[in-house]
């Protein structure tokens, strides 16, 4: 209505100046005068227009944000959005991206955010690589809102932090300061990662002398005692303390700097990882600091104590009698500290369904929202090399096994595929057990039905050694004299042919390959005869003959036999590129695999075959894994992108072996051009896993805590529905074709067309054998 009132005016002013320059009455001047006028109203038009069009950008835009999420009631509506079945780039869903302003919003709103776990910059294990892998998107997201806490790790924090002051005037420098008047020794600076978040680390001995008071108010308060030998919980609740304190002091700090420059009220959110960092948690909400909290676990304390001691966990989980099981195993302490973190907290997050069905029996509570974990599809992204890639790595793998298998090298590397596991030595756990078990049955079946064909397959779990394995450093020597007597004869018979060819006469074969020659030759393969089978192990193992991997080899009698077309190697340390045998890292020696089987029984989340997905490698997993569970949830033919699942949990044990063998043994069947559509395929799943699309649920929990804290804080999706039914959408069968966003997929198509997908549909699962 502004935009039509000023061109009416603007109208006016033109019809007047036309109606006085015709009747002769104006003067040069007063012409020029309405000229101006009329060009500034002109002016004014364009820049209200321009205003208004900005405007109506600005809605449109948050519009789009907002109707990108979908919800559950969404398809009933008459004014839901079509839906994209591009899910790899899930445009159909959530996108943490359109929240990347590096804190600009956070820092209007005074709103603050800090993560608390053991493992920052302090790596241990798997927590590690998740708060590592995340810090990108979420330094994105807060920018200098953001402040990652943990203990300082002289070994590991010389090499992962760089150390630095906050700036003069910031809360979080008054609050540092305040904590070492206090005697606290306490280092500031930047994670060396990916986003380079500010990072705050508590020195753990310079408060060790009030650990009898931190364990008295601890009694007190939440009648839970501490045993004085046990050390890591010790260390845990000194921390614990020395966080809170340090929180309790920014929050006041943040409060007055607020009043001092007209902001609004602070707003405070902290994120607790694992009951370690839930130590700090239950102390700011017995002292009743006003702070918003969340609580992961990744996986339960009693959950895996339980696992550890061959229980059959998930069919008895209603039955457990979970305090007493605590005691029996000396963990009760560690337990009720958990436990009261669970219940504190104003939201409680859990990795996956699979773990929050286990935290609802063992630590009783249900998981307000799951918070999957994702990766930094970056680093692996490859693009249309992933392929060239594969190739590579797998040459390299090719040449470790002609020197560990040399001598019985009676099988064609260009038709042996390596499947692997890798993990922490959780015999059972990690489902070692049952994939040694179906590797005998695949032996079997590939002796009938395609002796052509070999599997190698590696088992990675660190373990005690008495180092390598002689035979095995023997076999790499052998091959290396072999290689390079070979270079030296070939450059000495090409010199030869040149030199013939010179003096114009065509070199005959007595000419080129010298008697001397072949003795060199002769000698080095003879040296390769061996009367003895390749060793299934790279090292000696400490107590190998209890050892589990090695006694499960021995009665399945896969000994690396010349008649066995399933061959063993054990490799017991986590692979790196001075490993004298591989001479590369874990990374590329998935790359050049064409399997990973990782049939666990209990795996909160599993990175292993999220790993294998960003880099294109097909995987086994099992219902009973969080990124099986997710899998299973989010992708209609799981199968068809090269995720097989295992049943174990509604099926028994022999069965879920006759299913995990069939799967390998399927595998086994395909040809090579079978296996590279199937790893196009299991590439374009990366997306799904990237933190720009799983990082959404964290910030929905913060925003549910901030909430339950501070009921004045509105999160502006509320404006446009609820959060609380926010889910992926569940995308069709027949697989995509992302041409726009990933350069794998041979065909062409136009983004958002409705035969977008038709390319892969009658091509690539044709070629698959999938219906």
């Not at 029996?361 to 249309?384: E, M, W, Y």
């Not at 040459?395 to 040399?406: L, M, P, Q, S």
């Not at 075959?609 to 969080?626: D, R």
């Not at 595998?667 to 374009?684: A, D, G, K, P, V």
């Amino acid at each position: 209505m502004m935009q039509r009132a000023g061109l009416a005016a603007c109208d006016a002013d033109d019809q007047d100046s036309s109606m006085n320059m015709s009747m002769g009455t104006g003067t040069d001047t007063e012409a020029i005068r309405r000229r101006v006028r009329s060009a500034a109203c002109n002016l004014r038009s364009e820049q209200i227009s321009f205003e208004l069009n900005s405007a109506e950008q600005h809605i449109n835009s948050m519009m789009r944000r907002q109707m990108s999420y979908r919800f559950e009631d969404q398809d009933a509506s008459p004014y839901g959005l079509r839906m994209n079945r591009r899910f790899s780039r899930v445009e159909s869903g959530v996108d943490l991206k359109d929240y990347f302003d590096r804190g600009d919003i956070a820092s209007r709103e005074n709103r603050w955010n800090f993560e608390v776990a053991w493992e920052v910059a302090n790596k241990v294990g798997g927590i590690y690589t998740v708060i590592r892998s995340k810090a990108y998107v979420s330094t994105e997201e807060m920018g200098e809102q953001l402040c990652m806490m943990g203990p300082y790790k002289e070994v590991c924090a010389r090499t992962e932090m760089e150390e630095m002051e906050f700036p003069r005037g910031n809360p979080l420098l008054d609050a540092v300061n305040s904590l070492r008047s206090r005697g606290y020794k306490i280092h500031t600076g930047r994670w060396l990662v990916d986003g380079n978040p500010q990072l705050i680390l508590f020195d753990i001995g310079s408060a060790a002398w009030k650990l009898d008071q931190f364990k008295s108010e601890m009694w007190e308060k939440c009648h839970i005692g501490i045993p004085h030998l046990d050390i890591e919980t010790n260390d845990a609740i000194i921390l614990g303390f020395m966080i809170a304190e340090f929180l309790e002091e920014f929050r006041n700090f943040a409060v007055t700097y607020s009043q001092n420059h007209d902001l609004n009220p602070p707003r405070v959110v902290a994120h607790f990882h694992e009951w370690q960092a839930g130590v700090a948690l239950i102390v700011l909400r017995t002292r009743q600091v006003e702070i918003a909290t969340v609580f992961t676990t990744h996986a339960t304390l009693l959950g895996r104590y339980l696992c550890a001691g061959n229980t059959d966990f998930y069919n008895n989980m209603d039955k457990f009698a979970v305090d007493e099981e605590a005691g029996k195993r000396q963990i009760y302490h560690r337990y009720c500290l958990e436990r009261g973190a669970t219940h504190l907290a104003h939201v409680f997050t859990t990795v996956s369904e699979i773990t929050g069905y286990e935290a609802e029996h063992l630590l009783k509570r249900k998981p307000d929202i799951i918070t999957p974990n994702g990766l930094n599809v970056k680093k692996f992204s490859a693009i249309h090399e992933f392929q060239n890639m594969h190739a590579v790595a797998k040459e390299k793998i090719n040449e470790f096994v002609r020197g560990h298998f040399y001598g019985h090298m009676d099988f064609d590397l260009d038709k042996t595929l390596y499947f692997f596991i890798a993990g922490r030595y959780e015999f059972g756990n990690k489902g070692a057990d049952i994939f040694i078990e179906a590797l005998a049955r695949v032996n079997a079946m590939l002796k009938h039905e395609r002796p052509d064909t070999t599997v190698v397959a590696f088992l990675i779990f660190p373990t005690k050694t008495n180092n390598f394995n002689v035979d095995s450093l023997r076999g790499h020597a052998v091959i290396k004299q072999l290689r390079d007597t070979i270079n030296n004869v070939q450059q000495a018979v090409g010199k030869r042919m040149f030199d013939t060819c010179v003096k114009g006469r065509l070199p005959e074969v007595g000419d080129l390959l010298e008697k001397d020659d072949m003795v060199k030759i002769k000698r080095c393969m003879y040296a390769m005869q061996r009367e003895s089978m390749p060793p299934v192990t790279t090292h000696n193992v400490a107590d190998d003959w209890n050892d589990p991997v090695l006694a499960s080899i021995r009665r399945c009698h896969l000994f690396n036999s010349v008649n066995d077309r399933v061959k063993m190697v054990f490799h017991p340390e986590f692979l790196n590129s001075s490993n004298p045998l591989f001479g590369i890292d874990y990374e590329e020696f998935v790359r050049g695999c064409h399997l990973g089987v990782f049939p666990s029984y209990y795996e909160p989340w599993g990175y292993t075959p999220a790993e294998c997905t960003v880099m294109g490698i097909p995987s086994v997993t099992t219902n009973l894994s969080g990124f099986g569970c997710f899998m299973q949830e989010h992708i209609s033919d799981p199968k068809s992108y090269g995720i097989y699942i295992v049943d174990r949990r509604y099926i028994g044990l022999e069965d879920s072996i006759q299913q995990l063998s069939s799967f390998m043994m399927d595998f086994s069947r395909l040809n090579r051009r079978q296996r590279i559509i199937q790893r196009n395929r299991t590439e374009r799943l990366s997306d799904l896993l990237d933190w720009r699309t799983l990082g959404i649920y964290y910030r929905q929990a913060r925003v549910k805590a901030l909430q339950a804290v501070y009921p004045d804080y509105v999160d502006e999706l509320s404006l446009y529905g609820s959060r609380s039914n926010l889910v992926f959408s569940r995308p069709h069968s027949e697989p995509p074709s992302p041409t726009s966003s990933r350069h794998t997929t041979p065909a062409p198509s136009v983004h958002g067309s409705e035969d977008e997908d038709s390319v892969d549909e009658e091509t690539e699962l044709k070629e698959l054998g999938i219906k």
